[in-house]
């Protein structure tokens, strides 16, 4: 497996800081529960080429602030995926809040809190073929280029039906980090240069798990204007208590079970609210933001289309 160096890989980290405009801690002082993990941050290369971001025990917030010529005003929150082992930083983070930048609207990645995954690069790596492995059995390289976004998911997902009865959705510290996230942006919206009535919220894979957090959990302070999980749909069967338009896009042979997003985006329908549900043929599950011609990539001019419509962006 060919990996990148961690001098290169910080190069790497480096430069993608540089074009962002302000990091901002999310918490006053440790994180809740974080008090005393000392464990190393690290950004790594690990059969990539693109950078991962490794336990995470400090969240934070990226900043990438449009041209106040074409300012909207609007702010999306961006929740990258990795299965709470690490971010993916650049395809479902950097080249996300870049196009919206790009667009006017403010974007912003969250830096949540990750899974402890080794206290070297040795470990991590170990940590993370070793999960794979559990995940994905004999089909454990395709796995890791699906979950790359190299590679056609090996199996067809299974697709349960929707749970018989609500399961009781419970906080979780990834939820608890989105939650924050919406919070501190909403109550620094003037610094920010937004309205602190159209702050949104998307994440892909647990990212999208994290935003299905939020959506079921929240109040006046943590609740966004709009919701985007993006192949990572967790539904307890009932539709949230305080919805949001909401947006929805997955594979349509998803690892994880695409019947989740059809049933949130049900619950919706069923209540005439304001959701769009898409499921895209050309796609593999992790491809985040690619420029690589591939259909799945229309998913965010699709996004802000529904943006559009539903007076996100005006």
Known sequence: MK???????????????ASAQDVYKIYDGVAPGAEG???????????????????????????????????????????PGGGNMYLTWEEEGVNVAQWFQRHGITGIILKYRTNFMGNTEKEIEEQQNAFFQRMFGSFAEMGREVERGGAQAPVRA?????????????RTIQGDDGRQAVKYVRAHAEELGINPDKIGLIGFSAGGSLTCNVMYINDEETRPNLAGPIY???????????????????????????DASFNLYKKFQEAHLPAELHFIHDATHGEGLLYNGREWNEWIDLLYAFMKAVKFVE
């Open 37 to 79: 993990l000392n464990y190393p941050e690290m950004t790594l290369c690990l059969g990539s080429s693109r950078p991962r971001v490794y336990n995470v025990t400090e969240p934070t917030i990226t900043v990438y602030r449009p041209e106040e010529a074409v300012n909207t005003g609007a702010a999306v929150i961006i929740a």
């Open 158 to 170: 299974q697709r349960p039906a929707a749970p018989a009865t609500p399961q009781k959705v419970e």
């Open 232 to 258: 990572g749909v967790f539904s307890n069967g009932e539709l949230p208590q305080n919805p949001v338009p909401t947006f929805i896009a997955a594979p349509e042979f998803d690892l994880g079970a695409p």
């Open 3 to 17: 990996k990148v160096s961690l001098v290169a890989a910080a190069i790497l980290s480096a430069a993608i800081a």
